[in-house]
């Protein structure tokens, strides 16, 4: 039961600065230098996923169709790939992968036949409402991205990209991936 009043506001989260302060509060050698930056960096990955979240969620797909998507689209013109080359591309084990391409078949955004060339092979293929869903996914992407970095012009976006690549490069040698890869497909 909560014990806040009516007209009390609720908690938020706290500001990073705040946040920073509390860390150092109870762990006075940490750098708030380094804590700034991560807190920030975390907290923008959040958000970010979340608005991404609501914009597949506006277009009827789950994040789990649109790593299919993309990987097709990935793959190149014809946008066909055969459902083990899927599951190796986005770590599923087959059985997730055949699931998974179930429910798009059945919603149109990919087809799945046998290769001509090979009776044995199967191969998915992307449709065109599913390119469109692709398409529309990253027309809606790119207005929030722009937004999001509108007061980075010129420079200085040449010279954030440049650190977070390096960023990105140690944390890839140093940390595994939750399936123990060490390099970024996407």
């Not at 078949?105 to 191969?123: P, Y």
């Not at 010279?159 to 939750?178: T, Y």
Request: aromatic share 4%; hydrophobic share 40%.
């Amino acid at each position: 039961m909560s014990t806040r009043k009516p007209d009390e506001p609720a908690a938020s989260e706290l500001g990073i600065a705040e946040q920073v302060a509390l860390y150092q509060r109870e762990f006075p050698t940490v750098d708030p230098q380094v804590e700034t930056i991560v807190s920030t960096l975390s907290r923008l990955s959040r958000r970010m996923n979340v608005a991404y979240s609501r914009q597949l969620a506006v277009l009827g797909i789950t994040s789990a169709e649109w790593e299919v998507l993309k990987a097709l689209v990935f793959a190149g013109s014809p946008y066909r790939l055969g459902p083990s080359d899927l599951a190796k591309r986005l770590g599923l084990t087959p059985a997730a992968m055949t699931h998974r391409i179930d429910r798009m078949v059945a919603d149109g955004l990919v087809t799945r036949e046998r290769d001509e060339a090979n009776r044995v092979r199967v191969i998915v293929e992307l449709t065109e409402p599913g390119r469109d869903k692709w398409l529309e996914l990253m027309r809606m992407a790119a207005v929030f991205e722009a937004d999001l970095l509108q007061d980075i012009t010129g420079e200085d976006r040449g010279a954030l990209s440049a650190m977070l690549g390096r960023m990105m490069r140690r944390i890839e040698r140093s940390q595994p991936d939750a399936l123990g890869r060490t390099e970024d497909l996407d």
